[in-house]
């Protein structure tokens, strides 16, 4: 009799190990699910957006809803005077932040006009606080360079200026 209590008891244990194996399962795989979510974000999510926008124009108007600005018209080349005046405003308010080449406080921007699309990269500037509380991409960055980029307070004109700079920039990778 005694014997075979003791029997039942200890498969009640084995089930009961059994749940919180299973239990923690889920977690683990749930917090891996999230951390890939997060790498594929930043890589090719992003990625396939930048290409969209060279091989689709009905794409293109799909911005997301948060977006202050729209739509960025870039000419066929570089215009040489406001990429100039975007380097004067890289150098004095992004650098100290920014390399072309490698992290820095910041991700490197030397390709970033090959990663991201026009209208991204000036939501970045001039709607900092909005980008990095709603856009995806963003918010995954976040994981890895742990502080928030601030709203530098440039105005659209100079933000455009400083995405000419970097498209200059861009075109000599
Ligand atoms: C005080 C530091 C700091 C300054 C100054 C700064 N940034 Fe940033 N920037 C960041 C950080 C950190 C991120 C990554 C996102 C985050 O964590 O907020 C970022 C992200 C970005 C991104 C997105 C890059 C990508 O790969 O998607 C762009 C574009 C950008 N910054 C442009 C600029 C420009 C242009 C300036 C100058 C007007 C500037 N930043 C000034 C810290 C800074």
Redesign the pocket.
Known sequence: MKSSSQKTESRENKAIQIAWYFVWCTFLLAGINSLSSCAKQDGEA?KTEASKENSSKEVVKEKPQYYKVKNVELGASIDAAMAKNGTQ??DV??T???KYDEKY???A?GD?TK??TPE??MN??LD?ETM?EKDD??KC??Q???????N?Q?DEKD?RS?LEH?REVGQKK
């Open positions: 992003a405003i890289f308010t992004c100290g932040c920014h406080v910041g991700p921007l970033v990663r991201r991204y990269i970045m500037i900092t990095i991409t963003v960055m976040l890895t360079y742990l502080m928030k980029m601030p530098m440039v933000a400083v970097l």
